[in-house]
């Protein structure tokens, strides 16, 4: 008679193999950003990347054409996009394009989990770009978006993995809302950090995927703490996997005073978090 291995050490073994067969990310997405973490690259190597998934050039223009990124005149071309918006501003289109198709599962109760830390994802990179204009760093706004579409994607890839364990009928634990909440919350920073590394992204989107929890965190990294209050924004406001945390005082966080951010300024990221689905994916 064999036993049924306990469902936390099917999750670890199943991280104990390489994390690039994790359907988490898009091979195009990722290189880019690697791209452009060398600060070395031409438009054409931008326009040559994104050529090589023709869907995903597609969907880009999509993204690029909604009412959240959308100027007076329609975007045609990838060029033209570049030119307008600027090169990460595509990079960040081409890794919002490509996630959104990840966060999907035949499982009720994983598909629950996914869309919602999509909303989620989604708002708070809206959030954490808001933030870093709004706080004095517009220089660091792109990358503010990317670091808070990213932080909880150690989320996803457990919500990956344990997809696959029911897929291949491992276990017959129950996946309750509950039971996966607190298997994400439990493991999902250091997962993906694991998972950003491994994938070699810039240091610094590495360190909000480890650190956009922890009591003690750098003060002084002001992509961590923009995301850190977008988060928190997103979790006042019911942009999280888990109902709105109406008792949060943003006024009263570390993140805002470190930020220099006044009432008026979080009542206005309030509003913003709230509106944050004006960018097109399907």
Request: charged share 20%; proline share 2%.
């Amino acid at each position: 008679m064999t036993h049924e291995k306990p469902l936390i050490q099917l999750i670890e073994e199943h991280l104990s193999g390489d994390l690039h067969d994790l359907p988490v990310f898009h091979n195009v997405a990722v290189k880019l950003q690697q791209l452009l973490s060398t600060r070395s690259f031409e438009i054409d190597d931008i326009i040559e990347l994104i050529g090589e998934d023709q869907s995903l050039s597609g969907r880009v223009l999509k993204v690029a054409n909604s009412s959240y990124y959308a100027g007076l005149t329609k975007i045609a071309t990838i060029k033209d996009a570049i030119i307008r918006l600027g090169a990460q501003e595509i990079a960040n289109m081409a890794m919002l394009a490509s996630q959104f198709e990840c966060y999907q599962s035949t499982d009720e109760t994983l598909n629950r989990a996914m869309q919602s830390l999509w909303g989620h994802a989604l708002a708070c990179a809206v959030g954490a770009k808001w933030i870093a204009r709004k706080s004095g760093y517009p220089g660091l706004a792109s990358e503010a978006f990317m670091g808070g579409l990213m932080h909880d994607i150690g989320k996803l890839a457990l919500l990956k993995v344990l997809d696959d364990i029911r897929k291949n009928n491992e276990t017959s634990a129950s996946y309750s809302d509950q039971l996966v909440c607190e298997i994400m919350g439990a493991m999902h920073e250091s997962v993906g950090y694991k998972l950003m590394k491994s994938w070699n992204f810039p240091d610094f989107y590495c360190d909000i995927t480890n650190g956009h929890h922890k009591a003690d965190f750098d003060q002084s990294n002001i992509l961590l703490v923009a995301v850190r209050l977008a988060n928190l924004a997103c979790k006042k406001g019911g942009r999280a996997i888990g109902p709105a945390d109406l008792s949060l005082s943003l006024a009263n966080a570390p993140e805002a005073y470190f930020l220099g951010l006044q009432e008026v300024a979080l009542a206005e990221l309030e509003i913003v978090i709230e509106d944050a689905d004006g960018i097109t994916m399907t």
